[in-house]
């Protein structure tokens, strides 16, 4: 919904002539001793200044022309013609470094003085007149800008012919100030004048054929004509490092246009590797608040909400607004385009009341400052309609965005983007107000002309073919609504086999394809229709295609690289980038996004991944498999599949039919979801302030939610929860011990085996595990078979030299742990021992991949936000920044693990952050991609005396030779069934097996 593009304002350099008249008249005016003693050095300071600024170094030639203009100054005196047309340089040099402001000062009082002296009609005076017309185009008030370089342009045209360079200099900032007021196709047409007149003149590669061609490549790109804008801007970035080098000013600002041109074609991949490329040179060249760089970083944001990671677009377009209103004010249009983008991201965050407040502020400035029919304009109103839609306000919708439509008629195209979305959101409100027939035959009708515009197999129709499937579903047309999102799958997985893709783009797009945007539906639903007509085999095909893709390439990465025969180089090589891809990870966290650090890490990542994936394509690419050879023989696999506030599941056994279950609308799935764990974990249960809302969601608050009742204990919860997810599949679970759960979305961060199947808790009967997917599933199992299993304990308690409170009960563990596995090699760090060094120094004699078990007795650290940056927490020794105690999820796997279990006793080691497509990023995860097979982790905080008893009697049943799963339930129900302060789920509920 955001408006791109980039041109440049070419006001002149003032005839030659101008510069020897100027010489002349010093020379005659020489009457004075300190006039006879500077001149030369005065212009030589000048011609300095004019020769910097052509290489781009504007303070350097703005600090040269100061110098120059004073000498004259103190030379002539402050009144003098000459001291005058010194100022017209010194206002160049300020609209140079983008410092219109203090230009306009300049050349105000140049033109004013030049006018009485000279005349209104003399070169001076329309050199600074035009100066003068730039200075208001870049303070946004292109009114202003037009008018004088309107009056400019005809003195200049009845005096020097229409062809002449300060003529067309006029006409370019006429044209510019056209594009600027939403008056598109007049400056296409002016634009392609001024390119073609100084091609024949000048030459392709002049500077001013440049600009003319830059300028034309914007006007296309607002038409939405991106294809033409691509070309244009290729062959003006190809002139610029030909003639003025790869870091100029002018180059870079080319090469961010070309991104954008890009990213309108929507080849996101290659925008972001524009963008990245170029922003520490935007730094050093222009500095961190420079317009440019706001519009490069601004260029950023687009380009993650385009891929899905609307999180880091919202806080990176947040600086931009704050800066851009700082630098800018908050009514200059460049701050009214970022306070749309802001909105647009908070928009796809669902922050639907914020994104709001976002399109109002821009409200209040756009019409005056841009005018009504401004295409900024437009999409402000477009965004609060968009706002409206969400927020069923669907009459305010309807209106906005007719008024949008009638509002941008014979402005845009009919079939640009822009009018196409306005469309799209004018059938949305048109179906919510009953006119559904009318609604759908609209959408159908978007829906081609997107096809026709963007191609039909371009990411970009994902919005037009969700939305129109949703509303399909609700008129009951299933078949149609599947067949849609059919080829939504098409392109979704065409879009993920091209080339490279970093992970990024892998977790982002998979996130959006997953669950939709905020348009219409996704790949999800398509699950649940394919078990609704039956066709279970290819509802879990398409399930399996969305849960832990990138897990799943990462896990067989390395394996299918040897497979094929890769030298051992290749091999090394794959590796070492991976382990670089890791180091970034893990300094990405600490890192604000948008800022210099960020974005530099971000191109070092993209370059890493490049870089493996040049290796690892010649592997071949990797496959989602859906066999059922993972699942055990005496176990049922059930994959969940939640789809917002929808849920299906897929039940199997290693052989036999597949059954399938749509089961139903849970309203508010992860806030109820949120309140279980908070009321299931808590020490005080009687405390904890639980509502049940109107629409049988539960949430927890202090206060009281508008129309809910409070829940009187947990036991109301638990029934709900089974009620829903366990009854209906009641009777394929009821006979089988082994339950093997592939849990989806919030339901990762809950204990089934706490819930209830027939009225009594499922672990008094069954033994719960869980996968993130059948793939993941079969993968290990392949693991399994790689080699013999290591033998031997490695036991870590970190209880002591850390800055955390400690843990009187870790040494005792590890130490009743290791008593368990007598008689086999063991290895014990306790205390100031437990160090990051320790582990990475086992790690680099190859002993850490040959322990059979680990275990850690630790504090863990939990991020949400960056889950690269979970960790369990050791000892830091001080050695290093790679031994700072924090072995975080991003540095597990470059320590190569091949262990059949990891148990990590510590808090929330088994929560992290979800993200729609992979489930829970962090240290599970992490220590899955390291070549660990099963491990047991945490949902919330543990009880260290607890934890203390668990895990020895747990242990004890390992060395007994108990299936890991098996031995967890059974520790689990002996803790259940105990007199022990113990029993309360609390203290055994929360640790859970991963893996199979």
């Not at 392609?192 to 500077?207: C, I, K, N, Q």
């Not at 014990?828 to 680990?854: D, M």
């Amino acid at each position: 919904m955001g408006l791109r593009g980039s041109y440049t304002i070419r006001f002149g350099w003032g005839a030659v002539a101008v510069k020897v008249w100027l010489r002349i008249i010093l020379a005659l005016s020489i009457g004075t001793c300190s006039l006879a003693a500077r001149p030369d050095e005065a212009s030589d300071l000048l011609d300095r200044g004019n020769v910097l600024a052509r290489e781009g170094k504007y303070q350097d030639a703005l600090d040269a022309t100061q110098r120059g203009c004073e000498l004259r100054r103190q030379a002539l005196g402050d009144d003098h013609e000459a001291t005058h047309r010194c100022r017209t340089d010194l206002a160049r040099r300020f609209v140079e470094l983008r410092r219109p402001a203090e230009g306009e000062i300049e050349a105000q009082r140049s033109a004013t003085r030049l006018t009485e002296l000279r005349g209104a009609s003399d070169p001076g005076t329309l050199e600074a007149r035009q100066i003068l017309a730039v200075c208001a185009f870049l303070l946004g008030r292109y009114g202003d800008a037009e008018r004088i370089a309107s009056d400019v342009y005809e003195a200049r045209r009845a005096a020097l012919g229409s062809d002449h360079a300060d003529t067309l200099s006029s006409l370019n900032t006429m044209a510019a100030a056209l594009q600027e007021r939403g008056e598109y196709r007049q400056a296409r047409d002016l634009f392609l004048r001024l390119s073609e007149a100084y091609e024949a003149t000048r030459g392709p590669t002049d500077r001013a054929t440049l600009v003319a061609r830059n300028n034309l490549a914007a006007s296309h790109f607002l038409l939405g004509e991106y294809a033409s804008a691509e070309v244009l801007y290729a062959q003006v970035h190809v002139g610029r490092v030909a003639t003025l080098g790869p870091r100029h000013p002018s180059t870079l600002a080319v090469m961010t246009s070309l991104a954008d041109a890009k990213l309108g074609r929507g080849r996101s991949v290659d925008a972001l590797d524009h963008v990245l490329a170029l922003d520490a040179d935007y730094s050093q060249v222009f500095g961190e608040k420079h317009p440019e760089t706001l519009r490069h970083r601004d260029l950023l944001a687009r380009i993650y909400v385009d891929i899905g990671r609307f999180d880091q677009a919202a806080l990176i377009s947040k600086a931009v607004v704050v800066t851009s209103v700082s630098e800018l004010g908050p009514a200059h249009p460049s701050t009214i385009r970022y306070t749309v983008n802001l909105g647009r991201s908070l928009y796809y965050l669902r922050d639907y009341a914020n994104a709001l407040n976002a399109y109002e502020a821009a409200a209040v400035t756009a019409p005056s400052a841009l005018g009504q029919k401004h295409p900024v304009t437009l999409q402000v109103h477009s965004g609060r309609a968009y706002c409206h839609l969400r927020l069923e306000q669907h009459e305010l919708a309807l209106a906005t965005f007719g008024q949008a439509l009638e509002a941008s008629e014979g402005v845009l195209a009919e079939t640009h983007p822009n009018r196409l979305a306005y469309r799209n959101g004018l059938h949305e409100a048109q179906f919510a107000l009953g006119n559904r027939e009318l609604a759908l035959r609209g959408m159908e009708s978007t829906l081609e002309q997107a096809r026709e515009v963007f191609g039909a197999r371009n990411e970009r129709v994902f919005p037009y073919l969700g939305t129109l499937a949703n509303y399909l579903l609700v008129e009951g047309r299933r078949d149609r609504a599947e067949h849609l999102l059919e080829q939504y799958l098409a392109i979704a997985e065409a879009t993920r086999a091209e080339g490279f893709l970093g992970a990024e783009f892998r977790q982002g797009r998979l996130a959006v394809a997953s669950e939709g945007d905020e348009w219409g539906l996704g790949l999800k639903a398509l699950v649940e229709l394919r078990i609704a007509r039956g066709d279970l085999v290819g509802a879990l095909r398409v399930s399996e295609l969305l849960k832990a893709r990138t897990l799943g390439e990462a896990m067989d990465l390395r394996s299918r690289a040897v497979a094929a025969g890769l030298s051992k180089q290749d091999v090394d090589d794959l590796s070492e980038q991976l382990r670089r891809l890791e180091s970034l990870e893990s300094a990405a966290a600490g890192l604000t996004p948008g800022s210099v650090a960020a974005i530099a890490n971000a191109g070092a990542r993209q370059e890493a991944e490049r870089a493996a994936h040049r290796v690892a394509a010649k592997s071949g690419r990797a496959e989602v498999s859906v066999t059922r050879e993972g699942i055990a023989r005496d176990a049922v696999f059930v994959s969940f599949i939640v789809n917002r506030d929808r849920a299906a599941a897929l039940v199997m056994r290693r052989s036999g039919p597949v059954k399938g279950f749509v089961l139903g609308a849970l309203p508010g799935l992860a806030g109820t979801i949120d309140a279980y764990r908070r009321w299931i974990a808590s020490q005080i249960p009687e405390r904890e302030r639980v509502w049940r809302l109107p629409d049988g969601s539960y949430r927890w608050s202090l206060a009281q939610p508008q129309g809910a009742r409070r829940v009187p204990d947990i036991s109301e919860m638990t029934d709900e929860l089974s009620r829903r997810l366990i009854a209906p599949l009641a009777a394929e679970l009821r006979s089988v011990r082994a339950w093997q759960l592939s849990p989806d979305g919030s339901l990762a961060l809950i204990p089934f085996e706490a819930l209830t199947l027939d009225g009594t808790p499922v672990i008094a009967r069954h033994d719960v595990t869980y996968v993130q997917s059948l793939d993941v599933l079969a993968k290990q199992r392949q693991r399994a078979r790689e080699g013999p299993v290591p033998e031997g304990l490695l036991a870590v308690a970190a209880g002591e030299g850390t800055n955390l409170p400690a843990l009187p009960g870790a040494n005792a563990e590890i130490d009743a742990v290791a008593k368990a596995h007598a008689g086999q090699r063991t290895v014990l760090l306790k205390g100031a021992g437990a160090t990051e060094s320790a582990i990475r120094a086992l790690a680099s004699r190859g002993e850490l991949s040959r322990f059979r078990y680990l275990h850690f007795a630790a504090h863990g650290f939990l991020s949400t936000t960056h889950p690269q940056l979970s960790a369990i927490v050791l000892a830091g020794d001080g050695r290093s920044s790679e031994s700072d105690g924090y072995l975080s999820a991003a540095e597990w796997p470059s320590l190569r693990l091949r262990s059949e279990l990891a148990v990590i006793s510590s808090c929330d080691s088994g929560a992290g952050r979800i993200v729609s497509g992979e489930g829970v990023l962090g240290l599970p995860y992490a220590l899955t991609v390291a070549g660990n097979r099963r491990t047991v982790l945490s949902l919330w905080e543990v009880n260290d005396r607890a934890s203390a008893e668990f895990m020895p009697a747990f242990h004890r049943r390992l060395r007994a030779g108990l299936d890991p799963g098996r031995a967890l339930a059974e520790t689990k129900r002996q803790f259940a069934r105990s007199g022990s302060p113990w029993r309360d789920p609390r203290h055994w509920a929360p640790f859970v097996l991963y893996g199979g």
